[in-house]
């Protein structure tokens, strides 16, 4: 498995969904139906560019989230 830590290239997300189509008929569904919800969820998404390269960071030098922070954020969220 490689690990980006850098923007992704056109050509790497087009590698990316060519081995996606040489999948069985079962695996293509299943990302066809996360990138389905993903682009409705970015659609609503009001993070701002500058959070999500923060976000980006964070992942790569893996300081993620802690449970309580992931819920902190989910609460305020359903709220809205």
């Known amino acids: 498995m490689v690990w980006y830590d850098a923007a992704m290239t056109r050509d790497q997300v087009k590698e990316?969904?060519?081995r996606v189509l040489t999948w069985p008929q079962g695996?293509?569904?299943?990302?066809?139906?996360?990138?389905?919800?993903?682009?409705?969820?970015?659609?609503?998404?009001?993070?701002t560019e500058g959070e999500w390269k923060i976000i980006e960071e964070r992942a790569a030098r893996r300081e993620l989230a802690t449970d309580e922070e992931?819920?902190?954020?989910?609460?305020?969220y359903r709220g809205v």
């Open 16 to 18: 990316i969904l060519d």
């Open 27 to 47: 695996g293509q569904e299943k990302v066809t139906r996360f990138l389905r919800r993903f682009e409705r969820w970015r659609e609503n998404d009001d993070v």
């Open 70 to 76: 992931v819920e902190e954020v989910f609460s305020h």
